[in-house]
T-cell receptor, first 111, second 113 residues
Framework: ELKVEQNPLFLSMQEGKNYTIYCNYS?????LYWYRQDPGKSLESLFV?????AVKQEGRLMASLDTKARLSTLHITAAVHDLSATYFC???????????FGKGTKLSVKP | DTEVTQTPKHLVMGMTNKKSLKCEQH?????MYWYKQKAKKPPELMFV???????INESVPSRFSPECPNSSLLNLHLHALQPEDSALYLC????????????FGQGTRLTVV
């Protein structure tokens, strides 16, 4: 059974500082997704990582994938209040193509 | 058009009501999904349709009945729901099962009273 683990589950950040969220998964997968979810809203796609060593950046967020270690990281540079949300990583679960999600990391940025 | 459109956005229904959720996409995607998300939890898969055929039913109670009338449309029929079924219901689509891009709709916030 595929398991996806995120840590930390809660992250209180100070503006201007750097932080990292980790996403581990239990079986082989060559693609990993990061989503953002604001309270009461749907999922917003941030990154799709398709191969070992893939690195993608958008603004203050940078995601990377190490398929050998079964690990993805989401790095936040110089946190700002607008980044406050819950972030999910997800992996395609087997041949049926559905996503298996981590429990989510709730980020809160304080001045 | 890169959108998945869900209606209604909000729904309040009694336990004896029958209602339907609707999901539509015009991206030519052949896989469509229903996920259920409880508060402060990750989304959980309910149903997968691939080429208009039900591919996965993750042991969902029969009070939820999916329907895929055509490749662009996905419905979720609701009947005799329980208060614990209150959740955010998300529809998603992708080119095919397991292909990279999974687009999510805005969701339907369902409250069962």
């Amino acid at each position: 059974e595929l398991k996806v683990e995120q840590n930390p589950l809660f992250l209180s950040m100070q503006e201007g500082k750097n932080y990292t969220i980790y996403c581990n998964y239990s079986t082989t997968s060559d693609r990993l997704y990061w989503y953002r979810q604001d309270p009461g809203k749907s999922l917003e796609s941030l990154f799709v990582l398709l191969s070992n060593g893939a690195v993608k950046q958008e603004g203050r967020l940078m995601a990377s994938l190490d398929t050998k270690a079964r690990l993805s990281t989401l790095h936040i540079t110089a946190a700002v209040h607008d980044l406050s949300a819950t972030y999910f990583c997800a992996v395609v679960g087997g041949s049926q193509g559905n996503l298996i999600f981590g429990k989510g990391t709730k980020l809160s940025v304080k001045p | 058009d890169t959108e998945v459109t869900q209606t209604p956005k909000h729904l309040v229904m009694g336990m004896t009501n029958k209602k339907s959720l609707k999901c539509e996409q015009h991206m030519g995607h052949r896989a469509m999904y229903w996920y259920k998300q409880k508060a402060k939890k990750p989304p959980e898969l309910m149903f997968v349709y691939s080429y208009e055929k039900l591919s996965i039913n993750e042991s969902v109670p029969s009070r939820f009945s999916p329907e895929c009338p055509n490749s662009s449309l996905l419905n979720l029929h609701l009947h005799a729901l329980q208060p614990e079924d209150s959740a955010l219901y998300l529809c998603a689509s992708s080119w095919d099962r397991g292909t990279p891009e999974a687009f999510f709709g805005q969701g339907t916030r369902l409250t069962v009273v």
